[in-house]
């Protein structure tokens, strides 16, 4: 397997020296902690597969988009009039 085709968090097989070894898996691990910890990197690619899906939900039923999106704007206008209200009181 070419190591073009591994992630970057994987250790690449077949490495028989016990400092190359060492080495791959500390690379291994630094990169998944650098891809965990990475918020905004994480956030971004949730956001665009919301968005991929609710394209497609769209595409399928726009009705339904419709009504998904005047609930949504229902809700977060109930919210907040209901901060507001507990806050001028």
């Known amino acids: ?3 073009e085709l591994l992630p970057r968090t994987a250790v ?3 490495i028989t020296d016990p400092v ?4 791959a898996e500390l690379k291994a691990a630094l990169n998944a902690i650098e891809e965990k910890a990475n918020v905004p990197k994480r ?3 949730a956001t665009e597969r919301a968005k991929v899906s609710a394209r497609r939900f769209a595409d399928r039923n726009p ?3 419709a009504l998904a ?3 949504v704007a229902v809700t977060v206008g109930a919210v907040v009039w209901g901060v507001v ?3 001028t009181r």
């Open 1 to 3: 397997m070419s190591s």
């Open 85 to 87: 209200r507990l806050y």
């Open 12 to 14: 690449p097989l077949g």
């Open 69 to 71: 999106a005047v609930g």
């Open 43 to 45: 956030a971004a690619k």
């Open 20 to 23: 190359e070894r060492a080495r």
């Open 63 to 65: 009705t339904g988009a």
